[in-house]
């Protein structure tokens, strides 16, 4: 079967649901807990965790470590994320354990300074893309604050897991064949994941393995400041990089306090900076709450439309004003405010599309990955965890790490190498998030948790790079505004805008030629052709009856397991 006809097939039972009002599909049904990531083993690791008697933070523990063995595509020791959390008592919270730009780093590394312009590849590819990883740090943070388990106990499976390998999967071989060629660009031909690996084939991580006991025995500073952080540093300075030993032990989590707004009876509790995730997000929700979304109908022209220009204004917003919150000021506040975004959208109408080129951001005075993974935790004491962590681009830098056994992350794209240059997602920067030594570069990721009527309502996450903010929201709003299951709101088509290019990305065969004529008639230019997937989403959600509805993407090799 060839590979276009076998996408087609797959778009169909994808998207089949929208057609016509069948039964509604399902996902995984538990009476207790629910855990949702980008490959079985991972969520299989996740909830034995749970099972023991570990809580969502155990369980985040050893999935994140897990993400690492079998799905280094995203998950590495040698990337970073953040979590959103809701505890069983209501309170809520977020961590920041993104990676931070090297003290060598410096405004205008990635500059050519003869000619002005940005140096090819050298922002996304080998050891100069490198940022200082959080993994391993945020691991500790969140566990040491709400664990239950010993670590020594959450690690050990993982170890198990790397020694035993991991079964490659016929979309697994298909990345590793298509980013094979920039592998050899920066690796030695003989290296692990530079082998014809097939489907079915098993991938044993016998180097990470060791990593990762070295990790149980020691802790946190083994990898900050023990010999794999001495061989890491030995690693990347051979290899042309300008990490440090320093740069690892001065490594540090923060803790923030997430981005937390209304819609209709919802609360959504959302990341904030350095992620733009949060603040997007309520930015576009806060645009369309007005309109009456459930009568205009589920992924009709005018529903596109209103969506399409929020989104346009808030990645707007975005490029401008959004930074590492340590390093600039950002007007949450006014940004999220119900004033300013009505007053953003006081130039749309569903007459016509409002070009980019009309859309600056906003009047404020101030004195700001595609390939990302996801993964959602409910617990049985009323816990959840929303995770999002990333190496940035499909393995990372492309950097294999082999006596660590791990990929390492190209964060440094996701800073401004140039105001108004785009990154490797076409998202534009500004001032805000140009580099520095120690800062940390902004982030779509949106780890996201929803209550309705005080109570925990739904979970969830994507990756996607820049579409991660819309496929997050288009998620949501099909459970909340068209009753959709957790399972059937993930289903359905996507599309995507980003103020520049100023294009609607769609899944192809997922909306009709009807709907992409009439978006076209009214200015608005559709590209269905270049987006295969829009986001890889994970979700659980809460039924009436209290059961869980876990959620995961056919788009992907996801997985959701409970008990």
């Known amino acids: 079967m060839n590979r276009l006809l076998f996408f087609s097939l797959c778009c169909l039972t994808l998207f089949s649901c929208k057609e016509t009002e069948k039964q509604k599909v399902t996902g995984v049904i538990s009476e207790n807990a629910m855990v949702v990531s980008a490959r079985e083993e991972v969520s299989e690791i996740g909830n034995l965790i749970l099972k023991k008697g570990g809580n969502a933070f155990d369980a985040m523990a050893g999935m994140e470590f897990a993400l690492a063995v079998a799905y280094p ?21 977020a961590l920041d354990y993104r990676e931070k730009a090297p003290l060598a780093a410096s405004k205008n ?10 140096i090819p590849n050298k922002s996304t590819l080998g050891a100069m893309a490198v940022g200082i990883p959080g993994n391993v740090a945020g691991i500790f943070a969140s566990h040491e604050k709400f664990g239950k388990l010993p670590m020594e106990e959450i690690i050990t499976p993982v170890i198990a897991l790397a020694k035993k390998g991991v079964i490659v999967t016929e979309k697994q071989q298909e990345r590793l064949e298509k980013y094979r060629s920039k592998f050899f ?28 006991a070295r990790i149980k025995e020691n802790g946190r500073d083994e990898f900050y400041k023990g010999e794999t952080a001495q061989a890491l540093v030995n690693f990347m300075q051979k290899s042309g990089g300008i990490m440090t030993l320093e740069d690892l032990a001065k490594y540090e989590v923060k803790w923030r306090t997430p981005i937390s707004f209304s819609y209709d009876d919802l609360r959504i509790i959302s990341m904030s900076p350095p992620s733009s995730g949060g603040i997007c997000l309520a930015e576009i929700m806060k645009a369309i709450e007005p309109y009456n979304l459930d009568e205009l109908g589920h992924n009709t022209t005018k529903a596109i439309q209103l969506i399409t220009e929020a989104e346009r204004r808030a990645y707007a917003d975005r490029s401008y004003f959004l930074g590492d919150p340590d390093f600039v000021q950002i007007p949450i506040e006014t940004l999220i405010s119900e004033t300013y975004v009505k007053q953003r959208m006081h130039s749309f109408s569903f007459e016509k599309a409002t070009p980019s080129a009309e859309v600056s951001h906003g009047n404020i005075e101030i004195v700001e990955s ?5 993964y959602s935790i409910v617990d049985q004491f009323g816990n959840s965890v929303s995770v999002t962590t990333t190496i940035n681009g499909a393995y990372g830098s492309k950097l294999f790490c082999e006596e660590l056994g791990f990929f390492l992350n190209n964060e440094m794209d996701d800073f401004s190498a140039k105001p108004g240059e785009p990154n490797m997602f076409g998202l534009i920067g500004a001032e805000a998030n140009s580099i520095a030594p120690e800062k940390r570069m902004l982030s779509s990721m949106t780890p996201t948790i929803v209550e309705k009527n005080g109570e925990l309502f739904m979970v969830v996450g994507t990756p996607g790079g820049s579409t991660i ?9 099909n459970v909340h505004e068209y009753d959709m299951g957790m399972q059937e709101a993930i289903n359905q088509p996507r599309f995507h805008h980003q103020w520049l290019p100023d294009t609607v990305k769609m899944e192809p065969d997922g909306f009709s030629d009807q709907i992409q004529a009439e978006l076209t008639k009214l200015g608005y230019t559709i590209d269905a052709t270049n987006s295969p997937v829009i986001g890889k989403v994970e979700g659980v959600l809460v039924l009436p009856d209290g ?3 876990g959620g995961a993407d056919p788009r992907g090799d996801d997985k959701a397991v409970g008990f």
């Not at 300074?113 to 940005?118: A, L």
């Not at 084939?201 to 180097?207: E, H, L, M, N, S």
């Not at 595609?370 to 996801?374: C, G, I, L, P, S």
């Open 469 to 477: 903010i819309t496929s997050v929201l288009q998620t949501i709003l």
């Open 185 to 212: 660009k920066v690796n030695d031909s003989d290296f692990l994941f530079g082998k014809p690996w097939k489907a079915k084939d098993t991938i044993k991580r016998v180097q990470l393995a060791k990593t990762l």
């Open 547 to 549: 059961k869980l509805e």
């Open 73 to 93: 595509y995203a998950g590495s020791l040698g990337g970073g994320g953040f979590m959103v959390y809701r505890l069983e008592d209501g309170s809520v919270g």
């Open 109 to 118: 590394m990635y500059i050519d300074s003869i000619t002005g312009n940005v």
């Open 370 to 374: 595609d390939e990302t993974t996801h």
